[in-house]
């Protein structure tokens, strides 16, 4: 049977489940898997918390997935910079984009580029060793901070923030997070969302897991806990289970409050905070405060908007973290909608005017958008693979050259191709540098120095 060829681009979980779709299918293919980072997973590694090691656990299924014959790792290469997807297209029969959504939605307020404004992106990029987040600063002489969102993503960073370095140190975070946190000052998190309690998108387990925090309190005002009748129809549909969940979290959390004067040894206090729309962030050149107009709910259940009441607050503090969504990064030779920070596409074929794209495909975060949970890629990557192996009928009888032409492009263009050999190479190196310190790994932070490892 002759080999049909398939790029894959990206190896974070949609990229895998994709790959393990295409492997387990009848053809003979060959899935070549591209990476721009010399390290694969994707937000398994560079996303997920460093204290949710169970969840990094999928990474044993995708190394599994690395190392099936027909599978081809390519990392250290960088679309649209190293090689394009036209390019990919010339060596593949197919080629399935699966590069997540690395960029923040902004507020897009007054003060937003002030400095100790941060995106949700960089300081977790940061604490878990991403290369492009090494050099980020935060200022954790700051006594406040805000965490803008109520998202499980805002609960990571809330924990992070909080947590005593005590707790994280045996975990994978990175070392120079842990030097950094160990001197921080914070004592109080405000964690602010434009709605109510009952439209807070925190998992109950996330949220109690706050709560779990040593020597943190966690607070809500009473008040906001009164919840109005459209709000209570959406309590009683059984699919928001979690929101009444929540809900009774928050109660029990109000119920808790004390409010001490806050001393440099007193505990971290997490406050939840809510109907606030993000203002304006003030200081001269560093975060000073902000400031948020009061809202209330209107409309009908499960589709409550947020109506101004007139009123504003103004919150001080020193840093301020956005968490409110992630956004796709456009591709040269690829269509891009963004309004929705996604690739246009109908059930994974990528869609250019009006029409599906002739061997492009795409999957995960860069087709769906920002939802879901690891496992969700999954049924989306095999939809996605369906729908290639559907359109690929007959066309092995025009040979394309995959890996073979792919590695020389490359090494034409003087890319320095991390293999899957490599990789090993460098996870052997980052296991042993973190028994030094007793954690499952110490991952290099720079990718010179991953390539170092390689050149010894
Ligand atoms: C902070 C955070 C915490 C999370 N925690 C959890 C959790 O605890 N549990 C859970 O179930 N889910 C969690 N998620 C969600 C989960 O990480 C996503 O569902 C999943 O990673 C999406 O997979 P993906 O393959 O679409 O994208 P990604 O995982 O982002 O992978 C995309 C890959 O593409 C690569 N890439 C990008 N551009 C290029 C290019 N130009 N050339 C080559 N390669 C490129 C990237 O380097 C990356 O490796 C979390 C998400 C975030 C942001």
């Not at 002759?2 to 779709?21: C, M, N, Q, R, T």
Request: net charge neutral; with cysteine; proline share 5%.
């Amino acid at each position: 049977m002759l080999k049909i060829h398939i790029a894959i681009v990206g190896s974070g979980p949609s990229g895998f489940y994709a790959a393990e779709a295409l492997l387990r299918s009848d053809l003979n293919v060959e899935v070549n898997m591209i990476e721009k980072l010399p390290t694969p997973f994707g937000l398994v590694r560079s996303g997920v918390a460093p204290d949710h090691p169970k969840l990094k656990q999928s990474i044993l299924v995708y190394d599994r997935i690395l190392k099936q014959d027909g599978m081809n790792f390519f990392g250290n290469v960088t679309v649209d910079e190293d090689i394009s997807v036209e390019d990919l297209l010339k060596t593949h029969h197919g080629v399935i984009m699966a590069c997540g959504a690395p960029l923040d939605n902004k507020l897009n307020i007054d003060g937003e580029n002030l400095k100790g404004s941060h995106a949700a992106t960089a300081f977790v990029g940061w604490y878990n060793g991403h290369p492009e987040y090494r050099d980020e600063k935060f200022d954790f002489k700051q006594k406040t901070a805000i965490v803008i969102g109520h998202g499980n993503v805002a609960a990571d960073i809330c924990r992070i923030l909080s947590k005593p370095v005590s707790e994280l140190k045996k975990s994978d975070i990175a070392e120079h997070a842990l030097d950094a946190l160990a001197e921080s000052q914070i004592r109080k998190i405000h964690v602010v969302g434009r709605r109510g309690p009952v439209q807070a998108k925190f998992s109950p387990k996330e949220l109690r897991e706050l709560v779990d925090i040593s020597n943190v309190t966690t607070e809500v005002d009473v008040n906001d806990c009164e919840i109005g009748e459209q709000c209570k129809v959406e309590l009683s549909d059984p699919k928001n289970i979690s929101s009444g969940k929540n809900l009774e979290l928050f109660r029990s959390f109000s119920e808790l409050q004390t409010s001490p004067e806050l001393t440099p040894h007193s505990p971290r206090k997490i406050k939840f905070r809510f109907y606030l729309t993000s203002q304006k962030i003030h200081g001269a050149e560093t975060v000073e405060g902000m400031s948020f107009f009061k809202n209330q709910l209107g409309g009908q259940a499960f589709s409550q908007t947020v109506i101004s009441t007139g009123e504003t607050e103004h919150i001080s503090c020193g840093l301020v973290f956005r968490s409110i969504g992630y956004r796709g990064v456009p591709f040269k030779d690829i269509p891009f909608c963004d309004d929705q920070g996604k690739i246009p596409n109908k059930e994974g074929r990528v869609i250019k005017n009006g029409k599906a794209m002739p061997g492009v495909y795409v999957t995960g975060w860069q087709k769906r958008g920002p939802s879901g949970i690891i496992g969700t890629n999954r049924a989306d990557s095999i939809e996605t693979v369906d729908c290639l192996l559907a359109d690929m009928a007959g066309v092995e009888k025009t040979p394309k050259s995959g890996s073979d032409g792919l590695t020389a492009l490359l090494k034409k263009r003087q890319v320095q191709i991390v293999e899957l050999d490599d990789w090993l190479k460098i996870d052997t190196s980052e296991i042993a540098r973190g028994k030094k310190y007793g954690k499952p790994r110490e991952k290099f932070t720079r990718v010179d120095e991953m390539l170092d490892v390689l050149s010894v």
